[in-house]
């Protein structure tokens, strides 16, 4: 136990709930605080009540008051921020100033050069650009963030992929649920019977995100089509994935199957003993069977119908991700875990 105390921001929306489930019972952070805006003053335990899905909440975090977002307000030694795309920059700039250590799942610092992008199996040597983000911005706190949620799956899948054989191109559409876009989210009455086929700005996000996480040696050019469908959680991506030489469907298999990283080797409590399952059976992955795979639920992505592609050095799957978990508060958890034991946090 190293009881390192967190407080949670924004903790009442999609993401801020998958925290305060990781993390009610959690071996190194104690959630200490939360915060939020129109709930403030309320129980936290209260708050919940009133969303659709049930979250049993121990008493010393379902009691915490909703304090407002601000960095005055919060005693704690590290901060995850699941807040709004249009007030997560400042906000979080006034508590890394404040000294806060802050690890943020949303989007408007990810593509800044000094702030570590990380899915920790693939590029924890990222972390290594706090002193220079700390020196440059006169902060005595950082900003640590994590991808967006479509780009974990298919950055994961990627970067074994990418060392063992290179990859030249990245063709694919996606399948994104709607929790993926916060509550309340899509309206009912698009959504339902429906398929979106525009999610503004992502198709940019996965292929910049990408590409900063994986630093390859060239651009890896994306054409991707990112849709949103009928489904609560789980994103699904069909990619169809250009190799810089030839490989068979059974040598990507099992190139897959057997990633780890940095997380498995330090046994961090969020780290799934596999972070890529491979799948044989031809319906599979699916969302709604997927989501909650892996030794960590939801921390594992689930790959399937691997085959091959237009030529020999083509590949085809379609990936699984919990964007919740694995591409929301479980991405962030493992990554402040790891940060902890490289003792950066
Ligand atoms: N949903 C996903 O799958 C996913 C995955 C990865 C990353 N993200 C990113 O994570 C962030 C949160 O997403 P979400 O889906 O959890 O959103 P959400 O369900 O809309 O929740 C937003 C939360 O932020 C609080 N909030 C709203 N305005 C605020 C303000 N001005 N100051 C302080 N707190 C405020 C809300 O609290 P009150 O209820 O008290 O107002 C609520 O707790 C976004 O940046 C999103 O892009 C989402």
Redesign the pocket.
Known sequence: LKNIDVCV????????REYLRILSNHPYFRVRCV??????GSKLAD?LDEGSDEINLPKHIGNLE?LP?DPARVDADLVFS???????RK?EEEFASAGFTVVT???PHRMDEDVPLVIPEVNPEALSLIEGQKRKRGWSGAVVA?P??TAVGIVMTLKPLADRFGVENVVGTTLQ?I?????PGVPSFDMIDNVIPFIENEEEKVAQEANKILSAAHRIPFGITTTRVPVI?GHTASLHVELARSATPEEIKEVLASFTGAPQKLRLPTAPERPIIVREEVARPQPRVDRGAGSVPGMSVVVGRVRAGMSASHVQYVVVSN??VR??AGGAVLTAELMVEEGIA
Request: glycine content about 20%; some cysteine; hydrophobic content about 30%.
């Open positions: 921001l924004g903790a009442t929306g999609i993401v801020g915060t939020g805006r129109r709930s403030v708050t909703i977002t699941p807040l709004p795309t249009d007030v997560a906000t799942d949303a989007s994590t967006n949620c649920a929790s993926g876009a916060g509550y959680s964007n919740t591409g929301g």
